[in-house]
């Protein structure tokens, strides 16, 4: 139990473009999942908390406008990276609480912006 | 400032030499410890979460051990593999926070 997936695994863009990340709890409800950001051989820095049906909140330094977070579902949570630059390149790696305070991974996605 | 370190930042062992790995931590009402493993390209598998000092939790060659300042992850005579980046994760302010994590590596 408590598997998150993530889609889609990697994803290569252009300079400009949006890119969207989808984050789902497969089996059991979430009503808050969290997104990180890792750059190599750093640390998972979290960007910001997925509320499901309501806002979400976001770190200190996390530019809401440009991450924009959405979690329409129980199950579902989407992190939208506009306007990507080359600078947001990273792994990009979702979590969600099957109970309280034992977060569970997604297997994380891959952003390369050329 | 809440803050953990992890420390060695890499570790290479012979098959079956036993070792461990520290993190130390300074965090504001903690509410839990966790450790995870991850390997290259994914994400964080959970391992542990420990809630007092005192407490120890084992799962096949690892056990992991909490005090107030510090939590241990002891391998036990590791095979292969077990090489991966273990980080460990404390819980406080309503947040986790990450270390940098030990990058282990078990030579056959």
């Known amino acids: 139990g408590a598997v998150v997936s993530q889609h889609p695994s990697r994803v290569i863009c252009k300079s400009g473009t949006s890119v969207k990340i989808e984050c789902r709890s497969l089996?059991?409800?979430?009503?808050?999942m969290f997104w990180y950001r890792q750059f190599p051989k750093q640390s998972l820095m979290l960007m910001a908390t997925s509320n499901e049906g309501s806002k979400a909140t976001y770190e200190q330094g996390v530019e809401k406008d440009k991450f924009l977070i959405n979690h329409a579902s129980l199950t579902l949570s989407t992190l939208t990276v506009t306007s990507a630059h080359p600078e947001d390149s990273s792994f990009y790696i979702c979590?969600?609480?099957?109970?309280?305070?034992?977060?569970?991974f997604g297997p994380g996605t891959r952003l390369l912006v050329l | 400032e809440d803050q953990v370190t992890q420390s060695p930042e890499a570790l290479r062992l012979q098959e079956g030499e036993s070792s461990s790995l520290n993190c130390s931590y300074t965090v504001s009402g903690l509410r839990g410890l966790f450790w995870y493993r991850q390997d290259p390209g994914k994400g964080p598998e959970f391992l542990f979460t420990?809630?007092?000092a005192g407490e120890e939790k084992e799962k096949e060659r690892l056990k992991a051990t909490l005090t107030k300042k510090e939590s241990f992850l002891h391998i036990t005579a590791p095979k292969p593999e077990d090489s991966a980046t273990y980080l460990c994760?404390?819980?406080?302010?309503?947040?986790?926070?990450f270390g940098k994590g030990t990058r282990l590596h078990i030579l056959p």
């Open positions: 420990l809630y007092s």
């Open positions: 979590s969600a609480e099957p109970r309280a305070e034992t977060q569970y």
């Open positions: 994760a404390p819980h406080g302010n309503g947040k986790i926070i």
């Open positions: 089996d059991f409800q979430a009503t808050t």
